[in-house]
């Protein structure tokens, strides 16, 4: 499916809704869609640019304490963990994105989610002598799409895990349909074999302006495609 930045918009939301209808998400905030001269941007609420994201705090405890405190997030999975995303488009065409799944750091039982906010759950965990117990060592991924800043050691389109430094290519960008079932499928496979409505989430193409190929024998991240490389689909 193509769409507007406006549709996409919509269609996000739509998926949002799906997720926690099937209570797959304990909360999520509608994505905020800003214009300004030629950019269109779909952000996460409480949206604040710069480094704070990037090294030396990618990874760390305290960089995912900090995004559930300030609620700067899309939406709060069942277990705690937390996805964040935001497109941008220039003249209708992609110009950058970011896609963050972050879990949980705490293994957190779902009969403790009920007792109180996430927030109040996570410092508990953190504050208990047993917390090295529950801790999960589990890397947070991250898709990236910056088109204006394309170099062979930083690929338009890539997937940081375990490092902020570490950029593996990704022959395409990504939508958040294919990302949110990525996330399930790999992560949750239970969760996601007991529900149907994956394959009903359609992937929406994102027109881009040409961007760098794989170098040869490079490593990278790529799929099966009847579509150019400038969409999102199979």
């Known amino acids: 499916m193509s769409s507007s930045p406006k549709r996409f918009c919509q269609n996000i939301q739509n998926t949002l809704n799906l997720l926690s209808e ?3 998400t304990i909360f999520h905030n509608q994505p905020v869609i800003k ?3 030629n950019v269109t941007s779909i952000t996460w609420p409480n949206h604040v640019p710069g480094r704070h994201n990037c090294a030396p705090v990618f990874g760390k405890i305290s960089q995912y304490r900090t995004i559930l405190e300030t609620g700067a997030f899309t939406c709060l999975l069942f277990d705690g963990a937390l996805v964040r995303i935001a497109y941008s488009f220039k003249f209708g065409s992609l110009a950058d994105y970011s896609l963050l799944w972050w879990p949980s750091p705490f293994k ?5 989610l009920e007792l109180g906010g996430i927030l109040d759950i996570f410092d508990l965990y953190a504050s208990s002598n047993d917390w090295h117990e529950n801790i999960q060592m589990r890397t947070p991924v991250r898709f990236d799409f910056d088109s204006n800043n394309a170099t062979i050691k930083h690929p338009a389109s890539h997937l940081h895990f375990q490092e902020s430094n570490c950029r593996l290519y990704v022959d ?10 990525f996330i399930f499928l790999n992560f949750y496979p239970n969760t996601y074999s007991n529900f149907s409505f994956w394959e009903d989430l359609e992937d929406v193409s994102l027109t ?3 961007f760098d190929l794989p170098v040869r024998n490079y490593p990278y991240v790529g799929w099966e495609d009847k579509g150019t490389l400038s969409t999102c689909g199979t």
């Open 22 to 24: 099937n209570n797959l």
């Open 35 to 37: 214009e300004y001269q």
């Open 108 to 112: 957190i039982d779902s009969g403790d």
């Open 172 to 181: 395409r960008p990504v939508c958040f349909n294919r990302f949110i079932k």
């Open 208 to 210: 881009a302006k040409a």
